[in-house]
């Protein structure tokens, strides 16, 4: 009895090792390539509820992530999956900046700690995104230095 005990205990912990080497495998393949950063994302937001366009700041819906640039688009990957493919992907085309903001609330909570929540529109979809300032900036730029002739909206 005993040792069915210790060898089952010894197989548990064998799995776990064996998933958390495979997160931190999956990460290292998807920022090889260069041009990643941590990117929360909550997806689907409902329109604002006032005029005065208040926020969700209850902190619920967050999924942590990493961002990599890929050309025109970025590709967003869950840090907690195993998925070798992004879990959502945005065209730079697409992509409509409505404003930024601090998390508030319980969003701090739920976010990194410097992170900034970036309001957009995709496609007639709200979204925000939760980023450092840092990142937040290359985003931007990344943004603005679309090909002549694609329409870009940046606040």
Request: aromatic letters at 8%; proline letters at 4%; glycine letters at 12%.
């Amino acid at each position: 009895m005993i040792l069915a005990l210790l060898v089952g205990g010894i197989a548990v912990v064998a799995l776990v090792v064996v998933g958390l080497f495979a997160f931190g495998v999956r990460r290292r393949l998807i920022q090889r390539s260069g041009g990643t950063f941590d990117c929360s994302l909550r997806w689907n937001l409902p329109e604002p509820s006032s005029a005065e366009g208040s926020v969700d700041s209850s902190g619920k819906g967050w999924g942590y992530g990493i961002a990599r640039y890929g050309g025109d688009r970025i590709e967003w990957f869950r840090v907690f999956s195993y998925a070798h493919r992004p879990r959502r992907v945005l065209d730079r085309s697409a992509i409509e900046v409505l404003g930024r903001r601090e998390p508030a609330g319980e969003e701090e909570l739920a976010l990194l700690s410097d992170a900034v929540v970036l309001a957009c529109l995709v496609r007639g979809t709200r979204l925000e995104l939760a980023m450092s300032e840092d990142a937040l900036t290359g985003f931007l730029a990344w943004l603005e230095a679309a090909p002549p002739g694609q329409r870009v909206n940046v606040a």
